[in-house]
């Protein structure tokens, strides 16, 4: 079963526009991160928040988490072509275990 | 620095047929996690290691063994392939709890027919 699931599933903008996706998880976190996936690869680390944070900026980055809602949301300003790639949320589900999302497949146009 | 490495990068089995798997890391990291992924299911841990000489099952265990010999090595292994195993392999890393960030190798796309 998937801890978190992201939204929407695909999201196509146009290079420049900011870019916005959404996790939502069921239980509580100790953290949640976000992955990024380029096609053929493995997932990159882009950022963590803490259950205590509310938001975390990193470079054109920024994540904001809402533990009342038990949802997260990652946004890409500026965006650019090399953004396009699918971005993972992932939670800790019991001790030992991160678990991801299905994603979401994020294409940038030029 | 090589990070996270995973050999083969590509494989196809017949049904029946074993093959292991092999991740390495020159991080040092103590924890390492063997994950799936297939279309539409995100990523499914399938076994994971918090350190040397330690195994633990994760989500989908049911199929594969696995093995931590050495702290920088972690193996899986498929000793009768089926065609539900057809999938993409990634091995990761964290440095200590499973809280951390994990560092991902590149993936093994195993076909079984």
New interface residues.
């Given amino acids: 079963s998937q801890q978190g699931e992201e939204d929407p599933q695909a999201l196509s903008i146009q290079e420049g526009e900011n870019a916005t996706m959404n996790c939502s998880y069921k239980t509580s976190i100790n953290n949640l991160q976000w992955y990024r996936q380029n096609s053929g690869r493995g997932l990159v680390h882009l950022i963590l928040i803490r259950s205590n944070e509310r938001e975390k900026h990193s470079g054109r980055l920024r994540v904001t988490l809402d533990t009342s809602k038990k949802s997260s949301s990652l946004l890409i300003t500026a965006s650019r072509a090399a953004d396009t790639a699918s971005y993972f949320c992932a939670t800790l589900a019991g001790a030992q275990k991160l678990v991801f999302g299905q994603g979401t497949r994020l294409t940038i146009n030029p | 620095n090589a990070g996270?490495t995973q050999t083969p990068k590509f494989r196809v089995l017949k049904t029946g047929q074993s093959m292991t798997l092999l991740c390495a890391q020159d991080m040092n990291h103590e924890y390492m996690?063997w994950?799936r992924q297939d279309p539409?299911?995100?990523?499914?841990?399938i076994h994971?290691s918090?350190g040397e000489g330690t195994t633990?099952k994760?989500?989908v265990p049911d199929g594969y063994n696995v093995s931590r010999l050495k702290k920088q090595n972690f193996l899986l292994g498929l000793e009768s392939a089926a065609p539900s195993q057809t999938s993409v392999y990634?091995c990761?890393c964290s440095i200590r709890q499973?809280?951390y960030?994990?560092?991902?190798?590149?993936?093994t796309r195993l076909t079984v027919t």
Avoid: I, K, N
């Avoid at chain 2, 960030?101 to 993936?107: K, L, T």
């Fill in positions: 996270v996690y994950y539409g299911m995100g990523l499914r841990l994971y918090v633990a994760g989500e990634f990761a499973v809280s960030e994990q560092y991902f190798g590149p993936g």
